[in-house]
């Protein structure tokens, strides 16, 4: 059985990414590496921000729909509300922080 998740990434430019995953660690090193999403390849390094399980793909991508409806300032607080989300600790040294950017979000 799979286990869906959803993740909230800061990019370097300040921009978030929200996206669904069954294996963050393995989506997380993708967009890292610049393979993952075109919109993160160019916005690299980034990093994990917050993460919310979900009990399968519909919930999970209709839970992704309801984070990129939320105006930027709304995002981190909503994902975060979900059961059992969690903050990541990860986030890059100078990097601006999520709340801090005025600029959108992407798929």
Not at 3 to 23: E, F, K, P, S
């Amino acid at each position: 059985m799979s286990h869906w998740c959803v993740y909230l990434l800061a990019c370097d430019d300040g921009t978030l990414y929200c996206g669904v995953t069954t294996d963050l660690a393995r989506r997380l090193a993708g967009h890292n590496a610049g393979t993952a999403s075109k919109y993160t390849r160019a916005r690299l390094p980034v990093a994990l921000v917050a993460q919310a399980p979900c009990t399968n793909k519909g919930a999970a991508l209709r839970l992704e729909i309801a984070v990129k409806k939320r105006p930027r300032a709304q995002k981190l607080a909503f994902l975060l509300g979900q059961p059992g989300a969690e903050r990541a600790g990860a986030e890059r040294a100078g990097a601006q922080r999520p709340e801090a950017s005025d600029k959108g979000t992407s798929s």
